[in-house]
């Protein structure tokens, strides 16, 4: 139980364009979905958090605008990188936090990532 | 702010090498402190929660114990596939969206 998925695996894009990294729960409700950036060698940077219908909250110095989350159901959240530069090509890592069995679980299970490349 | 800190900041052990991996934290109010494991170019995978101090939780070789600064994640007897990064993190008692704060990590290798 506990199984997150993301998509795309990976993804290349040319500068300028705009990519959308979908996050699923496949086993649970997820009332809450964290969406992370992981740079090499380096840990998880919390970007924001998102409950199903609300907008999400993002941390300081992370770009709303620019990171676009949508969290519309309890098993899907989307981030939406608009107008990609170089400097935005990292690992993405989504988590999910909710309902698994039956009962509110503080643990986060986490996707298996996405690579972006930004060229 | 919460902090975490881990160490060492890599290990190497030799197949059957018993050891631990040092976690110290400060945290307003402490709500859970979560160990995962990464593999390279993978998502963390949950290993334990431990809530207050005292508190011990194994799963196989694997053993993770928590006071209240600090927890430890010993490894029995590792075998080469427990090789990975292991990341501890927290929660603390204010919000209601479980938001983690996480260490950089304690690299894992063990040699056959």
């Known amino acids: 139980g506990a199984v997150v998925s993301q998509h795309p695996s990976w993804v290349i894009c040319k500068s300028g364009t705009s990519v959308k990294i979908e996050c699923r729960s496949l086993?649970?409700?997820?009332?809450?979905m964290f969406w992370y950036r992981q740079f090499p060698k380096q840990s998880l940077m919390l970007m924001a958090t998102?409950?199903?219908?609300?907008?999400?909250?993002?941390e300081q110095g992370v770009e709303k605008d620019k990171f676009l989350i949508n969290h519309a159901s309890l098993t899907l959240s989307t981030l939406t990188v608009t107008s990609a530069h170089p400097e935005d090509s990292s690992f993405y890592i989504c988590?999910?936090?909710?309902?698994?069995?039956?009962?509110?679980?503080?643990?986060?299970?986490f996707g298996p990532g996405t690579r972006l490349t930004v060229t | 702010e919460d902090q975490v800190t881990q160490s060492p900041e890599a290990l190497r052990l030799q197949e059957g090498e018993s050891s631990s991996l040092n976690c110290s934290y400060t945290?307003?109010?402490?709500?859970?402190l979560f160990w995962y494991r990464q593999d390279p170019g993978k998502g963390p995978e949950f290993l334990f929660t431990?809530?207050?101090a005292g508190e011990e939780k194994e799963k196989e070789r694997l053993k993770a114990t928590l006071t209240k600064k600090e927890s430890f994640l010993h490894i029995t007897a590792p075998k080469p596939e427990d090789s990975a990064t292991y990341l501890c993190?927290?929660?603390?008692?204010?919000?209601?969206?479980?938001?983690?704060?996480f260490g950089k990590g304690t690299l894992l290798t063990v040699n056959p």
């Open positions: 998102s409950n199903e219908g609300s907008k999400a909250t993002y």
């Open positions: 945290v307003s109010g402490l709500r859970g």
């Open positions: 988590s999910a936090s909710g309902l698994a069995g039956g009962e509110s679980s503080y643990e986060q299970y």
């Open positions: 993190a927290v929660r603390n008692s204010g919000g209601s969206n479980y938001k983690l704060t």
């Open positions: 086993d649970f409700q997820a009332t809450t």
């Open positions: 431990l809530y207050s």
